[in-house]
C-alpha cells in the first residue's frame, strides 16, 4: 500500500500547485519575459576617409546610416558640412551637401593654400538625427617641398609708370614660409623715385606652389612706414625644378608693376670674389632723365695682391643712353672700384668708377647665386640700373677671336629710344661665328614698339638674314658690326657687343642702333651656344614680357608642345589662368636660320594681354605670330614678330618670351587640376 500512496500524492501536490497558477491573479496563463529594445540608430563612414590628400586629387566621402525608421525618406541619409581653420571659401568644396545613405559626396581641395597645408574638417550627420555624426580630419598638402632652400630673385620692367627693378634672396622651408631673406628694391611712386637697398624680409612672408607647377610668392614690405603704396609685392611663379624657376611681378593694390625675371638656388658665396665678370645693365639714369645701359669687363684683383680691389687692370666698359644715342656708345677701358665680402645672405656692395661716362660712380648691389653668376641692381641714389654679371673664371684675359665661333642664339630686351619706354624694343635671332672674324648664318626679328612711321619710311619691324664681322680683345669684349640685311631694310646696321664668358658659359650682350638713328635702340642680352639638337617637344615653363599702347604686361606660364601643336595657361599679372593655344612650322624660318621655326599663339577671347587686344571686337578671338629660337631641345626664345600685320589690333604690341623644360612636380597619380595659387632667360 506505501507506493500507490506515494503515488496518490505527488499527483495531489502537482495539482495543488497548478490551481495556485490559476488563482494568482494573473490574465494570462503563462508569464513570457520582455522582448529585447529595438536598436538605435548609428551612422559610420564606409569606407574609411583618408587622414591626407593632395591639392589636385579629389576624394569620394561616405557615409552609412543604420536604423534610420523613416525608411529612406526626406528625413532620412546624411547632412555634410565642411570647415577649416582659414574660413569659408577657403577649404575647397562638397559636391553635395546631403547624400542618401550609402551614397558617396566628393571632397575637392581648393585651388590654393595660404601655406603648404591645411587642415579640413569634413562632418556627416544623421538627417533623422542630428546628434548621430561622424568627423574627419584630413590634411591637404601642396608642392612647397619640391620648392625649398635658399634662392636669389631678380626681376625688371616697369612700376608706378617707370622702371620698377627687384632682386633679392628668400629662404624658402618647404613647407609654404618664407624664413629669411634681403632685397632691393626700385621703382616710380607718383613721381617719386623709391628705392630699398639690402632691407631685410620680414616675417609672414609665404609661398605656395600648385600641383602644375604655377605658384606664388608674397614678401612683405621691409619698411611699410617709409612709404605709404609700400605694401605686399605678389609674384607669379613657374617651376622649372628644384633649383630654378621663372618669375613675374604682379600688380600690387597701391601700384601699377609688372616685371620678369628668374629664380635660382644659390648654390655657393664666393668669399671674396676674383678673376674677369662680364657684365650687362640696363634702366634709367636720373641724372640724363633718360634710358641707359651699360656693358663691359671688371677684373678683380687677385687674393694675393689686392683683394676686393678692381685696379683697372683687364676691365673694359660701355655706355649707351638715350639722351645722347646719335653720338654712339661711350668706351671706358679701365674702370676700377671696389667690391666688399658677402653678408650672409651672399649679397655685396660693388663700386665702379667709369671716368668717361655721365654718372662716373656707380654703385651696386649684387646677390650671388653661385661661382659664375651674380644678379646685379643699383644702389646708390644716381639711377635704376639692374642686370647680371658672370665670371670669367680661369678664362679671365686669353680671350682670342677663336674663343668666340659656332652656332649662337640670342634673346634681347630694351628701349625704343622714340618712346624711351622700358621693353619697347624686341629682338631674338640665331648666327654662326666662325672663330676667325666673321658671322654668318644669321637671322634676326628686330621689332620696336613705338617706331611705326620710321624714319626714312623704314619699317619698324625687321626679319631677315644678316652677316657681321667682329674682333675680339683678350678682355672678352667682341665688337660686332651687323649688316647685310635685304633692301628696304638695308639701313639697319646696329652693333652688337658681346661679352665673354668662357667655360662654355652664354656671352651677355649689349646692342645699340646705328648712329644714324634711322633705329634707334638700346637693349642687353644673353647669346646662347646652339646645340646641334633642337627638337622641339614636351612640358615647358615660360615667362614673357609683352608691350602694347606703352602698358606693359608680363605673365608665366605653362606650355605643353606636341608638334605641330602647344597650349597652355598663362598667368598674366592678376588675370589668372588664361588659356591658350597656338601651332608651329616644323620648317624652317629661313633657309639658313637652324632651329628657329615659325608659329603662332591664339587664345580664346580677345581679353587676353598675353596675345593682344581686337581693337573693334573686344571678345573675339586674338593672334599673334612668332618665330621660336630653339637653343637646345629644353631652352629657346620667342618673339612677336607681326608688327606689320596689326591692323587688326588697337596698337603695336612687341612680345619676348623664355621657355624651359619644366620638370614634373611630384604628386600622386591624378586628375591634373589648373591650381594656379599653384640656363638664365635674357635680361
Same mark, same amino acid.
Given at each position: 500500500?506505501?507506493?500507490?500512496?506515494?503515488?496518490?500524492?505527488?499527483?495531489?501536490?502537482?495539482?495543488?500547485?497548478?490551481?495556485?497558477?490559476?488563482?494568482?491573479?494573473? =490574465?494570462?496563463?503563462?508569464?513570457?519575459?520582455?522582448?529585447?529594445p %529595438?536598436?538605435?540608430?548609428?551612422?559610420?563612414?564606409?569606407?574609411?576617409?583618408?587622414?591626407?590628400?593632395?591639392?589636385?586629387?579629389?576624394?569620394?566621402?561616405?557615409?552609412?546610416?543604420?536604423? &534610420?525608421?523613416?525608411?529612406?525618406?526626406?528625413?532620412?541619409?546624411?547632412?555634410?558640412?565642411?570647415t577649416?581653420?582659414?574660413?569659408?571659401?577657403?577649404?575647397?568644396?562638397?559636391?553635395?551637401?546631403?547624400?542618401?545613405?550609402?551614397?558617396?559626396?566628393?571632397?575637392?581641395?581648393?585651388?590654393? @593654400?595660404?601655406?603648404?597645408?591645411?587642415?579640413?574638417?569634413i562632418?556627416?550627420?544623421?538627417? /533623422?538625427?542630428?546628434?548621430?555624426?561622424?568627423?574627419?580630419?584630413?590634411?591637404? #598638402?601642396?608642392?612647397?617641398?619640391?620648392?625649398?632652400? #635658399?634662392?636669389?630673385?631678380? %626681376?625688371?620692367?616697369?612700376?608706378?609708370?617707370?622702371?620698377?627693378?627687384?632682386?633679392?634672396?628668400?629662404?624658402?622651408?618647404?613647407?609654404?614660409?618664407?624664413?629669411?631673406g634681403?632685397q632691393?628694391?626700385?621703382?616710380?611712386?607718383?613721381?617719386?623715385?623709391?628705392?630699398?637697398?639690402?632691407?631685410?624680409?620680414?616675417?609672414?612672408?609665404?609661398?605656395?606652389?600648385?600641383?602644375?607647377?604655377?605658384?606664388?610668392?608674397?614678401?612683405?614690405?621691409?619698411?611699410?612706414?617709409?612709404?605709404? *603704396?609700400?605694401?605686399?609685392?605678389?609674384?607669379?611663379?613657374?617651376?622649372?625644378?628644384?633649383?630654378?624657376?621663372?618669375?613675374?611681378?604682379?600688380?600690387?593694390?597701391?601700384?601699377?608693376i609688372?616685371?620678369?625675371?628668374?629664380m635660382?638656388?644659390? /648654390?655657393?658665396?664666393?668669399?671674396?670674389?676674383?678673376?674677369?665678370?662680364?657684365?650687362?645693365?640696363?634702366?634709367?639714369?636720373?641724372?640724363?632723365?633718360?634710358a641707359?645701359?651699360?656693358?663691359?669687363?671688371?677684373?678683380v684683383?687677385?687674393?694675393?695682391?689686392?683683394?676686393?680691389?678692381?685696379?683697372?687692370?683687364?676691365?673694359?666698359?660701355?655706355?649707351?643712353?638715350?639722351?645722347?644715342?646719335?653720338?654712339?656708345?661711350?668706351?671706358?677701358?679701365?674702370?676700377?672700384?671696389?667690391?666688399?665680402?658677402?653678408?650672409?645672405?651672399?649679397?655685396?656692395?660693388? #663700386?665702379?668708377?667709369?671716368?668717361?661716362? =655721365? =654718372?662716373?660712380?656707380?654703385?651696386?648691389?649684387?646677390?650671388? !647665386?653661385?661661382?659664375?653668376?651674380?644678379?646685379?641692381?643699383?644702389?646708390?641714389?644716381?639711377g635704376?640700373?639692374?642686370?647680371?654679371?658672370?665670371?670669367?673664371?680661369?678664362?679671365t684675359?686669353?680671350?682670342?677671336?677663336?674663343?668666340?665661333?659656332?652656332?649662337?642664339?640670342?634673346?634681347?630686351?630694351?628701349? &625704343?629710344? =622714340?618712346?624711351?619706354?622700358?621693353?619697347?624694343?624686341?629682338?631674338?635671332g640665331?648666327?654662326?661665328?666662325?672663330?676667325?672674324?666673321?658671322?654668318?648664318?644669321?637671322?634676326?626679328?628686330?621689332?620696336?614698339?613705338? @617706331?611705326?612711321?620710321?624714319?626714312?619710311? @623704314?619699317?619698324?619691324?625687321?626679319?631677315?638674314?644678316?652677316?657681321?664681322?667682329?674682333?675680339?680683345?683678350?678682355?672678352?669684349? %667682341?665688337?660686332?658690326?651687323?649688316?647685310?640685311?635685304? %633692301?628696304?631694310?638695308?639701313?639697319?646696321?646696329?652693333?652688337?657687343?658681346?661679352? @665673354?664668358?668662357?667655360?662654355?658659359?652664354?656671352?651677355?650682350?649689349?646692342?645699340?642702333?646705328?648712329?644714324?638713328?634711322?633705329?634707334?635702340?638700346?637693349?642687353t642680352?644673353?647669346?646662347?651656344?646652339?646645340?646641334?639638337?633642337?627638337?622641339?617637344?614636351?612640358?615647358?615653363?615660360?615667362?614673357?614680357?609683352?608691350?602694347?599702347?606703352?602698358?606693359?604686361?608680363?605673365?608665366?606660364?605653362?606650355?605643353?608642345?606636341?608638334?605641330?601643336?602647344?597650349?597652355?595657361?598663362?598667368?598674366?599679372?592678376?588675370?589668372?589662368?588664361?588659356?591658350?593655344?597656338?601651332?608651329?612650322?616644323?620648317?624652317?624660318?629661313?633657309? !639658313?636660320?637652324?632651329?628657329?621655326?615659325?608659329?603662332?599663339?591664339?587664345?580664346?577671347?580677345?581679353?587676353?594681354?598675353?596675345?593682344?587686344?581686337?581693337?573693334? *571686337?573686344?571678345?573675339?578671338?586674338?593672334?599673334?605670330?612668332? &618665330?621660336?629660337?630653339?637653343?637646345d631641345?629644353d631652352?629657346?626664345?620667342?618673339?612677336?614678330?607681326?608688327?606689320?600685320?596689326?591692323?587688326?589690333?588697337?596698337?603695336?604690341?612687341?612680345?619676348?618670351?623664355f621657355? /624651359?623644360?619644366?620638370?614634373?612636380?611630384?604628386?600622386?597619380?591624378a586628375?591634373?587640376?589648373?591650381?594656379?595659387?599653384?640656363?638664365?632667360?635674357?635680361?
Amino acid at each position: 500500500m506505501a507506493p500507490r500512496r506515494w503515488i496518490l500524492l505527488s499527483l495531489t501536490a502537482m495539482l495543488t500547485i497548478a490551481l495556485a497558477g490559476c488563482n494568482s491573479g494573473s =490574465t494570462a496563463n503563462v508569464q513570457n519575459p520582455p522582448a529585447p529594445p %529595438a536598436a538605435g540608430l548609428s551612422i559610420a563612414f564606409q569606407p574609411t576617409p583618408p587622414s591626407s590628400t593632395v591639392l589636385n586629387v579629389s576624394t569620394p566621402i561616405t557615409a552609412v546610416v543604420t536604423n &534610420d525608421t523613416s525608411n529612406g525618406g526626406s528625413g532620412s541619409g546624411v547632412d555634410w558640412t565642411l570647415t577649416c581653420q582659414t574660413g569659408p571659401g577657403t577649404c575647397g568644396t562638397l559636391s553635395l551637401p546631403h547624400t542618401n545613405s550609402g551614397q558617396a559626396t566628393t571632397y575637392v581641395p581648393p585651388a590654393s @593654400l595660404t601655406g603648404n597645408a591645411e587642415v579640413v574638417n569634413i562632418q556627416g550627420f544623421a538627417t /533623422a538625427d542630428n546628434t548621430k555624426n561622424v568627423l574627419a580630419s584630413i590634411t591637404i #598638402t601642396g608642392f612647397a617641398n619640391n620648392f625649398s632652400g #635658399t634662392y636669389v630673385l631678380a %626681376a625688371q620692367g616697369v612700376g608706378g609708370g617707370s622702371t620698377y627693378q627687384y632682386a633679392g634672396v628668400v629662404t624658402l622651408d618647404g613647407n609654404g614660409n618664407i624664413t629669411a631673406g634681403e632685397q632691393t628694391v626700385n621703382f616710380n611712386d607718383s613721381g617719386a623715385n623709391v628705392s630699398y637697398s639690402g632691407a631685410i624680409i620680414p616675417a609672414g612672408s609665404s609661398y605656395f606652389l600648385g600641383p602644375d607647377g604655377r605658384g606664388t610668392l608674397t614678401i612683405n614690405p621691409s619698411n611699410p612706414t617709409k612709404d605709404p *603704396n609700400v605694401v605686399p609685392q605678389t609674384f607669379s611663379v613657374v617651376f622649372l625644378s628644384s633649383s630654378h624657376a621663372l618669375i613675374t611681378a604682379n600688380p600690387t593694390s597701391a601700384l601699377t608693376i609688372s616685371a620678369s625675371g628668374t629664380m635660382d638656388i644659390q /648654390a655657393s658665396i664666393i668669399a671674396p670674389l676674383s678673376a674677369g665678370y662680364a657684365f650687362v645693365v640696363n634702366g634709367m639714369d636720373f641724372s640724363l632723365g633718360g634710358a641707359t645701359a651699360l656693358g663691359g669687363v671688371f677684373n678683380v684683383d687677385s687674393l694675393a695682391n689686392n683683394p676686393n680691389n678692381i685696379s683697372g687692370a683687364g676691365s673694359v666698359a660701355d655706355q649707351n643712353q638715350s639722351i645722347t644715342f646719335s653720338t654712339g656708345l661711350v668706351t671706358q677701358q679701365k674702370p676700377f672700384g671696389i667690391v666688399t665680402v658677402p653678408d650672409q645672405f651672399g649679397a655685396v656692395s660693388l #663700386t665702379l668708377n667709369f671716368a668717361n661716362f =655721365t =654718372t662716373p660712380i656707380i654703385t651696386f648691389t649684387g646677390y650671388i !647665386v653661385d661661382s659664375t653668376h651674380i644678379q646685379l641692381i643699383e644702389s646708390d641714389s644716381g639711377g635704376f640700373l639692374a642686370g647680371i654679371a658672370m665670371g670669367q673664371g680661369s678664362s679671365t684675359g686669353t680671350f682670342l677671336n677663336s674663343s668666340f665661333s659656332g652656332p649662337y642664339v640670342f634673346g634681347l630686351k630694351g628701349v &625704343d629710344v =622714340t618712346s624711351g619706354l622700358p621693353d619697347t624694343f624686341t629682338s631674338a635671332g640665331v648666327f654662326s661665328s666662325d672663330g676667325a672674324g666673321d658671322l654668318t648664318d644669321g637671322y634676326m626679328d628686330a621689332v620696336f614698339a613705338t @617706331l611705326i612711321s620710321p624714319i626714312t619710311s @623704314l619699317p619698324a619691324q625687321l626679319s631677315g638674314a644678316f652677316k657681321g664681322g667682329i674682333v675680339v680683345l683678350e678682355t672678352g669684349r %667682341a665688337h660686332a658690326g651687323i649688316y647685310g640685311f635685304a %633692301a628696304p631694310n638695308s639701313a639697319f646696321q646696329p652693333f652688337f657687343i658681346f661679352y @665673354l664668358t668662357g667655360n662654355g658659359n652664354p656671352p651677355l650682350v649689349l646692342a645699340t642702333g646705328d648712329v644714324s638713328f634711322n633705329f634707334p635702340l638700346i637693349a642687353t642680352g644673353v647669346a646662347y651656344p646652339q646645340s646641334s639638337t633642337v627638337a622641339f617637344s614636351g612640358t615647358y615653363g615660360l615667362n614673357f614680357t609683352q608691350q602694347q599702347n606703352g602698358t606693359e604686361y608680363d605673365g608665366t606660364a605653362i606650355m605643353s608642345v606636341t608638334p605641330p601643336l602647344l597650349s597652355g595657361v598663362a598667368d598674366v599679372g592678376p588675370s589668372t589662368d588664361q588659356a591658350f593655344t597656338g601651332t608651329f612650322s616644323t620648317q624652317s624660318c629661313s633657309n !639658313v636660320a637652324i632651329g628657329c621655326f615659325s608659329g603662332s599663339f591664339s587664345n580664346a577671347t580677345g581679353t587676353s594681354a598675353f596675345v593682344g587686344t581686337n581693337a573693334t *571686337n573686344p571678345t573675339a578671338p586674338v593672334a599673334f605670330t612668332a &618665330d621660336f629660337y630653339l637653343i637646345d631641345q629644353d631652352h629657346g626664345f620667342f618673339v612677336e614678330n607681326d608688327l606689320a600685320q596689326q591692323s587688326q589690333q588697337s596698337t603695336a604690341q612687341v612680345s619676348l618670351g623664355f621657355f /624651359a623644360t619644366e620638370t614634373a612636380v611630384q604628386a600622386p597619380s591624378a586628375t591634373r587640376a589648373t591650381g594656379r595659387r599653384s640656363k638664365q632667360p635674357a635680361r
